[in-house]
Structure formats: structure tokens, C-alpha cells
T-cell receptor
Framework: DQQVKQNSPSLSVQEGRISILNCDYTNSMFDYFLWYKKYPAEGPTFLISISSIKDKNEDGRFTVFLNKSAKHLSLHIVPSQPGDSAVYFCAASGNAGNMLTFGGGTRLMVKP | GAVVSQHPSRVICKSGTSVKIECRSLDFQATTMFWYRQFPKQSLMLMATSNEGSKATYEQGVEKDKFLINHASLTLSTLTVTSAHPEDSSFYIC?????????????FGQGTRLTVV
């Protein structure tokens, strides 16, 4: 049973436009959410996070929105750049020991 | 940001041999480290949770005797793949959680590409 789901395996966006990556979760005990960016053959890089007490967190071109009632979060990248092309994972935490549960990832392709 | 160093980045070994992968937190103490495995075009699968000074907690389906985890200090955890088989070929990634922070920011190593021939 996947507790964190990213239903879109891939997304293609034109440079300069907005990229919106979505993530849904089922475990109501999750209270902290993170987004990671991953290039092939490299470890994930932390991008941005949000706690359940907030509904929005912004860091430069990246904004994460959290809708607790819908158990949904999204990552907005604007403007999108070709260097943003990577696989993006959302992750959730709420278990003891700070264990992260990852979604399946969404491959973002930003076309010049 | 915090740095987690994973070594080696690539390793090729023969079937039946053992391979050790190291994960070090370079500028912070990590009471908890995690080991993940990633199959091609798939998500990160948590293999085990490693706590300093105690036995690792393995996820269901992960063989404890095959994937030996040691977390001997607050900055080092090792994963040893014993009696490696070709199906063990994968990308292994460690992550470390910085102690004392208010939120669970996990920092990842660069990953290790294991190829068993």
C-alpha cells in the first residue's frame, strides 16, 4: 500500500513556464513533507519542505503548497529552467525515528 | 548545507563476494541513518533504518543476513552486501538525519552503483 503517491510519472514543460508537480498521501499521521530533486546516478538533493502547520512555503523559484484536508501537496517551479530537468520525489514523515516515505517520483523535462 | 559522503560511488564485484558501502556524515552527527535501494526508473525503497549503537531495523522483505548494516559511530554507517548475486545489482543510497534539528531534514549520499557479474 503506497502511502505517498505521485500519479504523474513524467511532465514536460516549456522553459519559462510554470511546472506543477503533485503528490498525494494517505497517512494522516504525516506531519512534515519534503521535495527532493534527483539526477541519474546521484543521490537526491533536498529542495524544500513544509510542516503540517503551514499551507505554503516559498523559496526562490520553488513553492510548496499543502492541502491537509485533501492530503495533497504540490511543488510549483516558476519560471522553469532546463536545469530543472530531473526526477522529483516528494517524501513524508511523521513516524518515530524521522523515517521518510517517498513517492514514486515524477520526471520533469523542461524544454528550451 | 550538511554533507553526507558515500563511498564507493561505483563498484563491480563477482558473484559470491561481499561488498561494503560506507556512509559518512561529514559535518554533523547522525543518530539515525537510512539505507535505500533504487531500481531503474523506480522510487527509492527503504531497506533499513540504522541507529547508532544498536541493531538496524529492516523493512519487510529485506534479508538481514544478506544486507549487513553497522552504525558504529555518530558519523558512520556501513552496508555490506554479502554473497552478492547479479540480482543485487542496483543503486544504493544512504541518508542521514541531523540530530538536534527541529525537523527531519534528511541529507543523502551520492549513491553507490553496484554491479554484480
Amino acid at each position: 500500500d503506497q502511502q505517498v503517491k505521485q500519479n504523474s510519472p513524467s511532465l514536460s514543460v516549456q522553459e519559462g513556464r510554470i511546472s506543477i508537480l503533485n503528490c498525494d498521501y494517505t497517512n494522516s499521521m504525516f506531519d512534515y513533507f519534503l521535495w527532493y530533486k534527483k539526477y541519474p546516478a546521484e543521490g537526491p538533493t533536498f529542495l524544500i519542505s513544509i510542516s503540517s502547520i503551514k499551507d505554503k512555503n516559498e523559496d526562490g523559484r520553488f513553492t510548496v503548497f499543502l492541502n491537509k484536508s485533501a492530503k495533497h501537496l504540490s511543488l510549483h517551479i516558476v519560471p522553469s529552467q532546463p536545469g530543472d530537468s530531473a526526477v522529483y520525489f516528494c517524501a513524508a514523515s511523521g513516524n518515530a525515528g524521522n523515517m521518510l516515505t517517498f513517492g514514486g517520483g515524477t520526471r520533469l523535462m523542461v524544454k528550451p | 548545507g550538511a554533507v553526507v559522503s558515500q563511498h564507493p560511488s561505483r563498484v563491480i564485484c563477482k558473484s559470491g563476494t561481499s561488498v561494503k558501502i560506507e556512509c559518512r556524515s561529514l559535518d554533523f552527527q547522525a543518530t539515525t541513518m537510512f539505507w535505500y535501494r533504487q531500481f531503474p526508473k523506480q522510487s527509492l525503497m527503504l531497506m533499513a533504518t540504522s541507529n547508532e549503537g544498536s541493531k538496524a531495523t529492516y523493512e519487510q522483505g529485506v534479508e538481514k543476513d544478506k544486507f549487513l548494516i553497522n552504525h558504529a559511530s555518530l558519523t558512520l554507517s556501513t552496508l555490506t552486501v554479502t554473497s552478492a548475486h547479479p540480482e543485487d545489482s542496483s543503486f544504493y543510497i544512504c541518508s542521514a538525519v541531523a540530530s538536534g534539528r527541529g525537523w527531519p531534514e534528511a541529507f543523502f549520499g551520492q549513491g553507490t552503483r553496484l554491479t554484480v557479474v
